[in-house]
């Protein structure tokens, strides 16, 4: 546009929106910013989705959290119910808990702004877990984008942040029970447990303090560093383009996709509508948190059947599946005079750590032992890198393990079992469980690309059965067109980086252990079909293909 | 299908063999043809698909519609039900959600209806180029240059020893979060004021529990005597006093040395806080005499002073040891023995300063 203002000196805008536009460009120049993303490239799948949920149940966790801080009160003063609620009328609790059953009772629309608040937050962390889901097993995490990948654990971290501390903020008895829980876990930590436990609370548990601190950090600073995180993830995308799946017509040099303007902004745009629209139909419907059925907390009740939010339940399924005592021996030991909670401390922070830890670096770990540094924007499909995807999945039911053990009590009462055989099988299951889904899922992929290769060296099984004049019966495979077969031929199949010397001629020790873990990771590959084969196959049962496609054109 | 059907590695050479990757590949055949919608062949299909994304807007309004219906048509009043707050809930959440949804679906399906649907391919641009690279590496080494932090490793080492240091106030303002903990944890209410034993009385109310009151198999709630009285802190003191009393047959009682004049009869109070990380310990098996934690699940069996038989807790339910005063209440003789509740780092030696 500027090249063409400098040919026309004076450039009039026809339309009032032209003349506005040009009012607004003229000053902030935004006719570059247009010009490089108006018709922006973006690629369309639906696994894509997932990003874009989490951003618009982010922007819905805004519009409705707003709306709940001009009614709610965080304090902890005590006071006597006196709303609409009958039961409770009369009742003493902290100020917090009232004026989150005043939300619920007394502003109208309020119940259902704390439920649209409470879905969406749920929706948050799932949408934001799912999509870091597809984002490995794909493996968008790799050159250029690990940097947007630690962005993105960093952004799970701060989701369930912002979902804990909202989750404690009407100081009901179940989230009462939660911080109570915290609190105990805080306390094993050595040396400064027990510090950490006073500052945090302003004192002895639960004290006054708790609920005003949780809901700064809430509404300020977590949701302004989930804001950031955000910014820097989506700039990013913008650097990076968006990935593809692979596809005729799409490599690692292109973006296939829809332009911005007008098709995928209407859709992702749409989409926010969409995503709003649901959580309001779950917000009608579905009770989530009836803090007004817990009652106040107090230390002394609880219910049974309590749980915390998904998102915690992994690590408080962990706390449940260690065991405290070990026949007579007591795992909580005491040295020099100093208590080690490792019953707590263990289930509290070692699963939690590995799970994080490896995801963060996961990225690093698979370029160090394939020595791939080139950049990739075409995605993986699962099934073609298979140790990944069982990597993958190893961790996913180690987790779900773990998720599971967090209902092991309600697992017992709903199908009748002892809750002690519950938590022995899903104590073997977290050590076997990882094992066997890593085998199983390896062997899925690994015969998923056998499949692949099958179909697109013999064409698809057409479920016809075609008796030749020699009385042999065969089954028509109908070839495939160039466009599907390139989809299932054209992936990259890596192969076995073996241990190489350094600059001195010598094999260090680690890249020995780079070379096993190599072997380990692609020694079992099944490799992508080539033209060569397909004559080959076209050589073997290839008249059976052409005669059977004889009969069918005759049919017709 | 059987003749096709051999993928096994061996047979068909599936097993990538060495230099395999040097072998030809397929040739990308390029981006599929782009195959017509019916909208962009008939034009009253398209009018048709127009005509639902109306439709579809329309839906937003009526929508909207119910929503404002619902807020100003619903009085909630003093005395609200339970049914009047759900109805109007239900009437909000549908009104939202066709106000959203007739946007959103009619959005997309606009898009994909009506809007060009051509898959177009761009270029992907190098991250940075090496002209960049270069350039900013000579700036760098400029400011650098310019700054002479090279040649003046005095001004350096100061610089970087003054900011190490610099954030150490910033930690240290945040000291008065909490107080000190102190031996707060391993003190309760049950210690006996001025020579007054306190009296074990029922939670919630406070009334004090006659010992006759107790039957074989019941189990009682109890707070300190005094607990509701209190005008600060009641929640931290409740959060570390409550207990649980039952009263078994003294014979299934195995008490260990020194804990024979703990109860009273086979009454016994045990605290009622989880040794695991602190959730109430609340459900009791009358018949097998074992204590639940609803949360982890940790059991602890009366039979045995508490041990735990299973789940996450280390160590048994600390005992409070009771006796009957001269009006046939039950009274706590003293505090407990040892710190309740989760473990902490100093806990043992607070256990070993309470029984010196």
Known sequence: MSAASTAEPAFVAKTKTGRITDFVDSRVGGSGILREFGRKVFPDHWSFMFGEVALYSFVILLLSGTFLTFFFDPSMAETHYDGSYVPLKGVEMSVAYSSSLNISFDVRGGLFMRQVHHWAALLFVASVAVHMLRVFFTGAFRRPREMNWVVGCVLLILAMAAGFTGYSLPDDLLSGNGLRIIDGVIKSIPVIGTYISFFLFGGEFPGTAIISRLYMLHILLVPALILLMIVMHLFMVVVHKHTQYPGPGRNDNNVVGYPLGPVYAAKAGGFFFIVFGVIALMAAFFTINPIWNYGPYDPSPVSAGTQPDWYIGFVDGALRLMPGTLGNWHVEQIFFGHVFTFNVLLPALVPAGILFTVMFTYPWIERWVTKDDREHHVLDRPRNAPTRTAIGMAGFVWYCVMWAAAGSDLIATHFGVSLNDVTYWLRALFFVGPIIAFIVTKRVALALQRKDREIALHGRETGRIVRLPHGEFIEVHAPLDEYKRYKLVGFESPQVQPAVPNEHGVVTRKEKRRALLSRWFFEDRVAPATPAELEAAHGHGHEAVEAAEGTKSLTH | ?356
């Open chain 2, 1 to 356: 299908m059987g003749n096709h059907s051999d993928g096994s590695p061996n047979h068909s050479g599936t097993v990538a063999t060495a230099g395999q990757n040097e072998v030809e590949k397929f040739q990308d055949p390029g981006i599929p043809p782009h195959r017509l919608r019916l909208a962009d062949t008939d034009p009253r299909a398209a009018k048709r698909a127009e005509r639902q994304v109306a439709l579809l807007f329309g839906i937003s309004v009526v929508g909207t519609l119910i929503f404002l219906v619902a807020y100003f048509a619903i009085d909630l009043g003093d005395d609200s039900s339970i049914a009047t707050i759900r109805l109007q809930n239900a009437l909000l959440g549908i009104g939202t959600a066709f106000a959203m949804l007739g946007i959103g679906t009619g959005i997309v399906h606009w898009a994909k209806a009506l809007m060009p649907d051509h898959e177009v391919s761009e270029e992907r641009h190098a991250i940075r180029y090496e002209e960049d690279r270069q350039a900013a590496v000579r700036i760098v080494d400029d400011i650098v240059e310019e700054t002479g932090i090279k040649r003046r490793p005095l001004i350096r080492n100061t610089l970087l020893g003054a900011v190490a240091l610099a954030p150490l106030p910033a930690i240290a303002i945040f000291g008065d979060l909490g107080p000190r903990p102190d031996d707060k944890l391993a003190h309760t209410m049950w210690a006996p004021q001025d020579g007054k034993r306190k009296r074990l009385t029922r939670d919630p109310d406070g009334t004090p529990i006659k010992a006759s009151d107790v039957t074989i198999g019941s189990a009682f709630h109890v707070i300190p005597e005094g607990l509701n009285e209190l005008e600060e802190g009641k929640l931290n003191e409740k959060a570390k006093s409550v207990v649980l009393l039952m009263r078994l047959d003294p014979a299934s009682l195995n008490p260990s040395k020194g804990r024979e004049e703990w109860g009273y009869n086979g009454i016994v109070a045990y605290s009622k806080i989880c040794t695991h990380v602190g959730c109430p310990v609340a459900l009791y098996e009358q018949q097998t005499h074992h204590l639940l934690c609803p949360c982890h699940q940790s059991t602890f069996d009366l039979t045995q002073e508490c041990k735990v038989i299973f789940g996450p807790a280390s160590r048994p339910l600390p005992q409070l040891p009771i006796a009957v005063d001269d009006e046939g209440y039950l009274v706590a003789t003293s505090d407990f023995h040892e710190p309740v509740g989760p473990s902490y780092w100093e806990r043992d030696s607070h256990e070993r300063s309470i029984n010196s």
